[in-house]
Protein backbone atom coordinates (compact mmCIF):
# COMPACT_ATOMS: atom_id res chain seq x y z
CA UNK A 1 0.00 0.00 0.00
CA UNK A 2 1.49 3.19 -1.14
CA UNK A 3 2.09 6.20 1.74
CA UNK A 4 3.43 9.31 0.68
CA UNK A 5 5.27 10.72 3.77
CA UNK A 6 5.15 14.05 3.05
CA UNK A 7 1.05 13.53 2.32
CA UNK A 8 -0.09 16.11 5.69
CA UNK A 9 2.34 18.48 4.73
CA UNK A 10 1.14 18.64 1.40
CA UNK A 11 -2.49 18.66 2.55
CA UNK A 12 -1.54 21.94 4.85
CA UNK A 13 0.21 23.85 1.90
CA UNK A 14 -3.17 23.20 0.03
CA UNK A 15 -5.53 24.72 2.41
CA UNK A 16 -2.82 27.74 2.89
CA UNK A 17 -3.06 27.78 -1.35
CA UNK A 18 -6.69 28.10 -0.71
CA UNK A 19 -6.68 30.57 2.11
CA UNK A 20 -4.12 32.56 0.24
CA UNK A 21 -6.56 32.33 -2.91
CA UNK A 22 -9.03 33.59 -0.56
CA UNK A 23 -7.25 36.47 0.52
CA UNK A 24 -6.27 37.69 -3.09
CA UNK A 25 -9.57 37.93 -4.39
CA UNK A 26 -10.57 39.93 -1.29
CA UNK A 27 -7.87 42.20 -1.72
CA UNK A 28 -8.64 42.03 -5.38
CA UNK A 29 -12.32 42.97 -4.64
CA UNK A 30 -11.14 46.04 -2.39
CA UNK A 31 -8.72 46.97 -5.03
CA UNK A 32 -11.76 47.52 -7.65
CA UNK A 33 -14.24 48.99 -5.25
CA UNK A 34 -10.92 52.18 -4.44
CA UNK A 35 -10.76 52.24 -7.96
CA UNK A 36 -14.31 52.54 -8.48
CA UNK A 37 -14.59 55.27 -6.02
CA UNK A 38 -11.19 57.55 -7.40
CA UNK A 39 -13.28 57.06 -10.72
CA UNK A 40 -16.62 58.69 -9.24
CA UNK A 41 -14.54 61.45 -7.48
CA UNK A 42 -12.80 62.67 -10.61
CA UNK A 43 -15.98 62.44 -12.53
CA UNK A 44 -18.06 64.49 -9.78
CA UNK A 45 -14.21 66.93 -9.81
CA UNK A 46 -14.99 67.32 -13.29
CA UNK A 47 -18.09 68.05 -13.38
CA UNK A 48 -17.81 70.81 -10.70
CA UNK A 49 -15.42 72.40 -12.91
CA UNK A 50 -17.80 72.49 -15.60
CA UNK A 51 -20.50 73.75 -13.79
CA UNK A 52 -18.21 76.38 -12.46
CA UNK A 53 -17.41 77.18 -16.24
CA UNK A 54 -20.76 77.46 -17.31
CA UNK A 55 -21.72 79.63 -14.65
CA UNK A 56 -18.88 82.09 -15.27
CA UNK A 57 -20.27 82.44 -18.63
CA UNK A 58 -23.60 83.57 -17.12
CA UNK A 59 -23.64 86.26 -14.85
CA UNK A 60 -22.26 85.02 -11.12
CA UNK A 61 -20.87 87.03 -8.16
CA UNK A 62 -17.56 86.05 -6.63
CA UNK A 63 -19.02 84.39 -3.44
CA UNK A 64 -20.44 81.80 -5.66
CA UNK A 65 -16.87 81.73 -7.48
CA UNK A 66 -14.95 81.41 -4.35
CA UNK A 67 -17.46 78.33 -2.96
CA UNK A 68 -17.08 76.17 -6.06
CA UNK A 69 -13.60 76.67 -6.11
CA UNK A 70 -13.15 75.87 -2.63
CA UNK A 71 -15.31 72.95 -3.80
CA UNK A 72 -13.14 71.80 -6.50
CA UNK A 73 -10.09 72.10 -3.88
CA UNK A 74 -11.53 69.73 -1.46
CA UNK A 75 -12.45 67.38 -4.11
CA UNK A 76 -9.23 67.50 -5.49
CA UNK A 77 -7.72 66.94 -2.15
CA UNK A 78 -10.15 63.61 -1.55
CA UNK A 79 -8.96 62.33 -4.88
CA UNK A 80 -4.94 62.29 -4.05
CA UNK A 81 -6.42 60.80 -0.74
CA UNK A 82 -8.30 58.08 -2.41
CA UNK A 83 -5.16 57.60 -5.44
CA UNK A 84 -3.12 56.99 -2.39
CA UNK A 85 -5.74 54.44 -1.07
CA UNK A 86 -5.53 52.87 -4.72
CA UNK A 87 -1.83 52.24 -4.63
CA UNK A 88 -1.87 50.65 -1.42
CA UNK A 89 -4.92 48.23 -2.63
CA UNK A 90 -2.47 47.88 -5.45
CA UNK A 91 0.19 46.83 -3.39
CA UNK A 92 -1.48 44.66 -1.14
CA UNK A 93 -2.47 42.36 -4.44
CA UNK A 94 1.01 42.32 -5.47
CA UNK A 95 2.00 40.76 -1.92
CA UNK A 96 -1.18 38.96 -1.52
CA UNK A 97 -0.38 37.47 -4.83
CA UNK A 98 3.39 36.87 -4.48
CA UNK A 99 2.25 34.88 -1.30
CA UNK A 100 0.25 32.88 -3.51
CA UNK A 101 2.85 32.11 -6.14
CA UNK A 102 5.45 30.55 -2.99
CA UNK A 103 2.63 28.30 -2.18
CA UNK A 104 1.69 26.84 -5.19
CA UNK A 105 5.60 26.42 -5.76
CA UNK A 106 5.81 24.58 -2.69
CA UNK A 107 2.66 22.67 -3.06
CA UNK A 108 3.57 21.41 -7.12
CA UNK A 109 7.21 20.63 -5.06
CA UNK A 110 5.22 18.02 -3.34
CA UNK A 111 3.07 17.00 -5.61
CA UNK A 112 5.99 16.28 -8.38
CA UNK A 113 8.08 14.31 -5.32
CA UNK A 114 5.05 12.34 -4.35
CA UNK A 115 4.44 11.30 -8.61
CA UNK A 116 8.14 10.35 -7.93
CA UNK A 117 7.42 7.97 -5.18
CA UNK A 118 4.62 6.53 -7.02
CA UNK A 119 6.31 6.13 -10.14
CA UNK A 120 9.09 4.37 -8.00
CA UNK A 121 6.51 2.30 -5.89
CA UNK A 122 4.37 1.17 -8.87
CA UNK A 123 8.15 -0.01 -10.13
CA UNK A 124 8.80 -1.86 -7.44
CA UNK A 125 5.43 -3.70 -7.29
CA UNK A 126 5.70 -4.94 -10.48
CA UNK A 127 9.60 -6.03 -10.09
CA UNK A 128 8.04 -7.84 -6.81
CA UNK A 129 5.21 -9.79 -9.06
CA UNK A 130 8.15 -10.27 -11.88
CA UNK A 131 9.70 -11.94 -9.16
CA UNK A 132 6.87 -13.91 -7.92
CA UNK A 133 6.15 -15.08 -11.31
CA UNK A 134 9.55 -16.03 -12.21
CA UNK A 135 9.74 -18.21 -8.82
CA UNK A 136 6.26 -19.70 -9.71
CA UNK A 137 7.06 -21.05 -13.11
CA UNK A 138 10.72 -21.99 -12.03
CA UNK A 139 8.44 -23.84 -9.10
CA UNK A 140 6.27 -25.50 -11.89
CA UNK A 141 8.88 -26.35 -13.87
CA UNK A 142 10.78 -28.00 -11.39
CA UNK A 143 7.58 -30.20 -10.81
CA UNK A 144 7.47 -31.55 -14.25
CA UNK A 145 11.05 -33.04 -14.27
Known amino acids: ?5 FEALLNHH ?16 RLTDEQGNLR ?5 KRVAVQKLQTQQKDKINVSD ?10 LSKNI ?3 AHCVRVAAKHVNQKRSELVKLMKKRKTLERLKEKEWLAYQQK ?16 HGRKM
Open 125 to 140: MQQNERKRMDEAASTR
Open 80 to 82: ARQ
Open 14 to 29: RHQEEVSQIELARAQR
Open 1 to 5: MFRFR
Open 65 to 74: IIMYVNFIER
Open 40 to 44: RQKKE
